[in-house]
């Protein structure tokens, strides 16, 4: 889920939500296009639900993983990463996916460290969740496929993932997409206590804190996942096999482990791995992100979260807000793909290539 940045973030998550309108595609700073490019394509309305599996999925040794993925669209095309979220896997884009390879681009989507098909190479891997690891991964599954540069496109952890890439490896990133906005947080000031009603949303943070935490998810996993897709979209209408589907990828038998420690370390309540002691410290420092930039919302969002406003100083670049209504809750893509598959290809047009 969406994690907070700074002490001025966790003010803000607990103050009344205000509509903000979407933000018309704009230039901002060298690199930026015309609007008129982001608008080229149009892509066609799609029922959510039309589709449920994909027609190519793989396997790849990168860095400490091997990577399940799912691929669609002409390997000549321009490359697009489409990061997923917790408690939630592939399948969140099962309809965005052919949205964007009708329109030319390669489309991969990989699950994530403790999820699906994913596994540690190394018996004696740390089941490490930290945020800089994560990233990591996304950079060694690039390099494996030799993709140089790509667009990355991405909600919850994957939208931090993606924006932790931006933020560090910008010459690996063409653009980006990020529902709910800047979500690179900083463990010591994670530390700083919320109002009552704020630190409410974070009550699993609370619960995986705990012993008790860590056993109730790894013997209730598939009804807390569940859970969660209720109160992160309230509004979102999904039946059992909608949910059996993503939930049999955390069957992994590293998940509650990365998930676990993932929620640790976001409070400081757990070490990350010294290798990653210099990502940590940039990220730290709040990086901007230079790259061009959509950020979306749902209009149903339940999950904790930023107004836009409070995140738009950390993207210098060419950037575009980007309100969903209709009752659209966390899981932006697999409850609007054809808003977040737009979104990518527009996001291409803002300067990515």
Not at 7 to 35: D, E, F, K, N, W
């Amino acid at each position: 889920m969406s994690d907070k940045t700074n002490t001025q973030r966790r003010r803000l998550l607990g103050a009344a939500a205000m509509t903000i309108a979407a933000v018309p595609l704009v230039t901002i700073g060298s690199g930026a296009m015309r609007s008129s490019h982001a608008k080229a394509v149009a892509l066609p309305a799609i029922k959510p639900g039309t589709n449920t599996t994909f027609t190519s999925t793989r396997q790849i040794n990168a860095g400490a993983l091997n990577v399940g993925y799912a691929e669609a669209g002409p390997e000549d095309g321009p490359a697009v990463i489409l990061l997923h979220g917790w408690p939630y896997d592939i399948h969140s884009f099962a309809d965005v996916a052919p949205l964007l390879a009708s329109a030319g681009y390669r489309v991969l989507i990989p699950y994530v460290r403790g999820c699906g098909t994913t596994r540690f190479l190394a018996d004696a891997a740390v089941r490490n969740g930290q945020p800089a690891a994560v990233a990591v991964d996304v950079i060694d599954f690039m390099d494996a496929l030799k993709i140089p540069k790509a667009i990355l496109a991405g909600y919850d952890w994957g939208a931090r993932t993606a924006a932790i890439v931006a933020a560090l490896w910008p010459e690996r990133c063409n653009a980006l997409v990020a529902v709910s906005g800047y979500l690179i947080g900083n463990p010591e000031a994670n530390k700083l206590p919320l109002p009552p009603k704020a630190e409410l949303q974070w009550w699993y943070q609370f619960y995986f804190a705990t012993e008790r935490g860590r056993l109730g998810y790894e013997k209730y996993r598939h009804d807390f996942a569940k859970l969660i897709w209720r109160i992160a979209s309230p509004k979102w209408v999904f039946d059992d096999v909608t949910f059996d589907r993503t939930a049999a990828a955390f069957n992994n038998p590293d998940h509650v482990a990365v998930v676990i420690h993932n929620y640790r370390f976001r409070i400081a309540l757990a070490e990350g791995e010294s290798r990653y002691d210099d990502l940590e410290k940039r990220l730290n420092e709040g990086p901007v992100i230079t790259v061009p930039t959509i950020t979306m919302e749902g209009d149903a969002n339940g999950a904790p979260h930023l107004e836009p406003a409070a995140y738009r100083k950390k993207f210098s670049g060419a950037y575009a807000h980007r309100d969903i209504s209709g009752g659209v809750g966390h899981n932006l893509p697999q409850e609007a793909p054809r808003a977040f598959a737009q979104a990518v290809v527009d996001v291409n047009g803002l300067g990515g290539s």
